[in-house]
């Protein structure tokens, strides 16, 4: 069975970083997709970027562009969110993500909080 297990989140200041994680497990990660997303509180789930299979193509959403950093290890089975310059509005429970089969799978989330 597919498993997205993210870790990383907690509170930062404005301007700060932080890395998330997500472990993968019960498919062939390297060969899918990973996508992170976000929902902020009382708005819709939002795409934030994804990473192609093997890395080779990345996408950010413009409000994340030069501040996230999308990236993957095939080896380790995670896919990795960097956020630098963190921002209030990026506070937000943030997902893993990932399509097998048809069928989207989620994890549970993990809560960033930006705040001063």
């Known amino acids: 069975q597919v498993q997205l297990v993210e870790s990383g989140g907690g509170l930062v200041q404005p301007g700060g970083s932080l890395r998330l994680s997500c472990a993968a497990s019960g498919f062939t990660f390297s060969n899918y997709r990973m996508n992170w997303y976000r929902q902020a509180p009382g708005k819709e789930r939002e795409l934030v970027a994804f990473i192609t299979n093997a890395g080779g193509s990345k996408y950010y959403a413009d409000s994340v562009k030069g501040r996230f950093t999308i990236s993957r290890d095939n080896a380790k089975n995670t896919v990795y969110l960097q956020m630098n310059n963190l921002k209030l509005e990026d506070t937000a429970v943030y997902y893993c993500?990932?399509?097998?089969?048809?069928?989207?799978?989620w994890g549970k989330g993990t809560l960033v909080t930006v705040s001063s």
């Open positions: 993500n990932v399509r097998v089969g048809g069928m989207d799978y």
